[in-house]
């Protein structure tokens, strides 16, 4: 009896090693081999049978993937060190900037460094959406940056203004007003000084149509500036004013086709494209193409 109660317990052994190295093999987590030798353990209790049935039920729970498994972090070694920092470095640099500003860590402080190193549309903008961060260091850089980027504008306008004193020419005009567009543009003027700086552009742009007045380039900059501030009648009255001068105005074309199109006014709009057809023939510059498939259409 004793010796048939060994060999039981001597197979039970063997046969809870042999199951034990094959799920280690199966699944190479550390704490899942702890629970598979104390589960095996338990089936001595009950010989053979007892560790056949607490493989079958080991197996049936990785099938149904109803088993909690945990990692320790001491027992977690990385070894992808680079491939994760670049992962992460990809992925901070995909967060959308409003939803940035809102983080703990220094990443609103790069945002406006970077946003001061790159001219982009309605930059400042941004940068007042930085200034009003909770992040006392984002909000700083943020306004420190909307200082320079003012100081650094109204220097190069200053001296370009200087530049004109002493000789009126043609490109120093061009320079002076491109640079104050993009000023204007920029958004970096705050609200109370905006209207200022406008009336400014617009006094430039008359004083170089009186100097050149052969130069179209100047009329069509003061009708896009009334059309975008929305002073629609003085953009389409000059835009019928300068097309008797200069047939070929592309701007001032545009503005009249998309004015008289709202408006519904077809009398005028047929006269338009009659113009456009008499000084263009095949040849219709680009930015007109569109509007007038779509009008015709």
């Not at 100097?211 to 059309?227: I, T």
Request: one cysteine or more; a positive charge.
């Amino acid at each position: 009896m004793t010796y048939s109660i060994i060999s039981l317990y001597v197979i039970n052994s063997l046969l809870v090693l042999l199951m034990k190295k094959w799920l280690e093999k199966e699944n190479d987590h550390t704490e899942r081999k702890t629970e598979y030798f104390w589960l095996f353990a338990i089936s001595f209790v009950i010989p053979i049978l007892g560790a056949l049935g607490v493989w079958a039920v080991i197996k049936l729970s990785d099938r149904k993937g109803k088993e909690k498994r945990y990692i320790h972090h001491e027992r977690f070694y990385v070894n992808n060190f680079n491939e994760i920092g670049l992962l992460s470095l990809k992925r901070r640099d995909s967060i959308p900037f409003f939803a940035a500003m809102q983080t703990v860590d220094d990443i609103g402080k790069d945002l406006v460094v970077r946003l001061m190193e790159n001219k982009i549309p309605e930059q400042g903008r941004y940068l007042k959406a930085a200034v009003g961060q909770q992040n006392r260091e984002t909000a700083h850089y943020a306004a420190t940056a909307l200082n320079l980027l003012n100081k650094r504008y109204e220097t190069t306008i200053h001296k370009m203004l200087l530049a004109l004193q002493e000789n009126s020419s043609l490109q120093g005009y061009k320079n002076v007003l491109y640079v104050y567009k993009e000023y204007l543009t920029s958004d970096v003027i705050s609200d109370t000084l905006m209207k200022e700086k406008k009336e400014v552009y617009e006094k430039l742009l008359r004083e170089a149509i009186k100097n050149f007045p052969r130069d179209v380039l100047f009329y069509e900059q003061l009708v896009l500036f009334y059309w975008e501030n929305n002073r629609k009648n003085k953009a389409v009255q000059l835009s019928e004013k300068v097309i008797s001068y200069f047939p070929n105005s592309a701007e001032c074309y545009f503005i009249l086709l998309n004015h008289y199109y709202i408006t519904h006014d077809k009398d005028q709009l047929k006269k338009v494209l009659v113009k456009i057809d008499k000084h263009y023939s095949a040849r219709i510059p680009l930015r007109l193409q569109s509007v007038l498939e779509l009008i015709k259409g």
